[in-house]
């Protein structure tokens, strides 16, 4: 596939700003490798389980240590990218002149449906790439959580996949849990 123009997050923040995405125009987009990509409409399912991680995480982090941001961008400058993650657990300070950068994300969590391939494949190469050291994909279809640490140039270096019957540790701390078969049970409501 061959790109008309590639952007630079500095010029894509200035499209955003100039309100380049609004009205007629308006548009949910993301910057991958400096190209503009369209995101997938959110489904019913997949708006349900960002809720119960977006619940998940206020209860067990220490907001003094972690901000839980939901469905907002991350800046990853080196490769020209700017995505938009489901949940972000990222230091605590304030975001209000620029997004996070990978060395100050503790967890970033995609949820998948059709986008599945995508956050598993390309999404996951970038993550790696950009040195977040912990990242999941909620597998919709499928009822499990694939996490993914150790990143490496080349990719994550340490995959495993949680089913119904697993917990899930944060990198952050030992003494944070999520269970598995309890994420995916509002989806059964």
Not at 52 to 64: G, T
Request: glycine share 4%; net charge negative.
């Amino acid at each position: 596939m061959s790109t008309a123009a590639k952007f630079t997050i500095d010029e894509y923040e200035r499209m955003i700003a100039c309100g380049a995405f609004v009205g007629p125009n308006e548009k949910h987009l993301e910057l991958i490798r400096g190209e503009l990509r369209m995101m997938s409409p959110q489904g019913a399912q997949h708006g349900e389980l960002i809720g119960q991680l977006d619940d998940w995480s206020h209860d067990v982090v220490d907001r003094r240590r972690v901000k839980i941001r939901i469905q907002t961008s991350v800046e990853i400058p080196s490769l020209d990218t700017q995505p938009e993650p489901d949940v972000v657990w990222a230091v605590a300070k304030s975001y209000a002149r620029r997004r996070p950068a990978p060395h100050e994300i503790l967890l970033l969590i995609e949820v998948a449906d059709s986008s599945l391939a995508y956050d598993l494949g390309e999404k996951c190469q970038l993550y790696a790439e950009s040195g977040i050291r912990d990242y999941w994909v909620c597998d919709i279809p499928n009822r499990v959580v694939h996490v993914f640490r150790d990143p490496h140039p080349d990719g994550y270096r340490s995959r495993h996949r949680f089913s119904a019957n697993d917990t899930i540790r944060p990198l952050l701390a030992d003494n944070l849990s999520l269970d598995v078969a309890a994420l995916f049970t509002c989806l059964d409501e």
